[in-house]
């Protein structure tokens, strides 16, 4: 699941690279900025603070338009306003500085540059805590308030979701645990558990991405979507575009 999670942001994130210079920062092990090399960008750069995952990513991973470089995201080596697009996937909620980070990342970008940012959402993964439950973050935000982060710096910002999380299939899922006994004693309640069961149980909507030289399977739940967050829907991770203007 967790690399349908990250395939499916690089996925997002390369409709906007085309012909374009881009940093993917924490880009970890590197296939997330070899699929972006892949997907028609101008040059890649991945960059990263562990040692080992570069020093693996620079063994392993080998495109002519792909560089990786140890860095620090809250004091990024690029002059200023000289990348076109910045990804960062599940890096800010890491961050006691985010807001560093941030300021780094619209000095560093063009006028009309794009910096692609997903976090945690906290209404889920923490809610009602004063820290993350996840003893490696730091901050984690509520929709809205990533939404007012963002547009602290940038001025043109739009949200998406990715993974959404429904409360109905949550009930759904629960009705064959707790109750499952219970349809088993009524007329037609086998009939009823194995609806339930197709409904929370479908099989995952597939679709072949990428480029000929590096073709993924992308798991359509994972997708990233226009932003929604409602009491029976609100996703896993928030996804943010912002543009420097």
């Given at each position: 699941?967790?690399?349908?999670?990250?395939?499916?942001?690089?996925?997002?994130?390369?409709?906007?690279?085309?012909?374009?210079?881009?940093?993917?920062?924490?880009?970890?092990?590197?296939?997330?900025?070899?699929?972006l090399?892949?997907?028609?960008?101008?040059?890649?750069?991945?960059?990263?603070?562990?040692?080992?995952?570069?020093?693996?990513?620079?063994?392993?991973?080998?495109?002519?338009?792909?560089?990786?470089?140890?860095?620090?995201?809250?004091?990024?080596?690029?002059?200023?306003?000289?990348?076109?697009?910045?990804?960062?996937f599940?890096?800010?909620?890491?961050?006691?500085?985010?807001?560093?980070?941030?300021?780094?990342?619209?000095?560093?970008?063009?006028?009309?540059?794009?910096?692609?940012?997903?976090?945690p959402?906290?209404?889920?993964?923490?809610?009602?805590?004063?820290?993350?439950?996840?003893?490696?973050?730091v901050?984690?935000?509520?929709?809205?308030?990533?939404?007012?982060?963002?547009?602290?710096?940038?001025?043109?910002?739009?949200?998406?979701?990715?993974?959404?999380?429904?409360?109905?299939?949550?009930?759904?899922?629960?009705?064959?645990g707790?109750?499952?006994?219970?349809?088993?004693?009524?007329?037609?309640?086998?009939?009823?558990?194995?609806?339930?069961?197709?409904?929370?149980?479908?099989?995952?909507n597939?679709?072949?991405?990428?480029?000929?030289?590096s073709?993924?399977?992308?798991?359509?739940?994972?997708?990233?979507?226009?932003?929604?967050?409602?009491?029976?829907?609100?996703?896993?991770?928030i996804?943010?575009?912002?543009?420097?203007?």
């Amino acid at each position: 699941m967790l690399w349908q999670e990250h395939i499916n942001r690089y996925a997002f994130a390369a409709e906007f690279v085309k012909d374009k210079n881009i940093l993917d920062v924490a880009c970890g092990t590197g296939y997330g900025s070899a699929y972006l090399a892949e997907s028609g960008a101008k040059e890649v750069v991945g960059g990263d603070i562990s040692k080992e995952a570069i020093t693996y990513a620079r063994k392993n991973v080998c495109n002519d338009k792909l560089n990786f470089a140890l860095l620090d995201a809250r004091q990024l080596p690029f002059p200023t306003g000289t990348l076109d697009v910045i990804t960062s996937f599940e890096t800010i909620e890491h961050l006691e500085k985010y807001m560093t980070f941030l300021a780094e990342c619209k000095r560093i970008l063009k006028s009309g540059g794009i910096l692609i940012c997903s976090t945690p959402n906290k209404k889920l993964t923490s809610p009602h805590t004063p820290k993350p439950l996840n003893p490696f973050h730091v901050r984690e935000f509520y929709p809205m308030e990533y939404y007012k982060l963002i547009t602290s710096y940038f001025s043109d910002v739009s949200l998406y979701g990715q993974h959404y999380f429904s409360l109905i299939r949550r009930i759904k899922s629960k009705a064959l645990g707790v109750g499952g006994k219970v349809l088993s004693l009524v007329p037609e309640g086998n009939k009823i558990k194995t609806l339930i069961h197709k409904s929370t149980n479908s099989s995952p909507n597939m679709s072949k991405i990428g480029t000929e030289n590096s073709r993924v399977m992308l798991n359509r739940n994972y997708c990233i979507a226009p932003f929604q967050d409602g009491l029976f829907k609100t996703p896993l991770y928030i996804v943010a575009v912002a543009k420097k203007t």
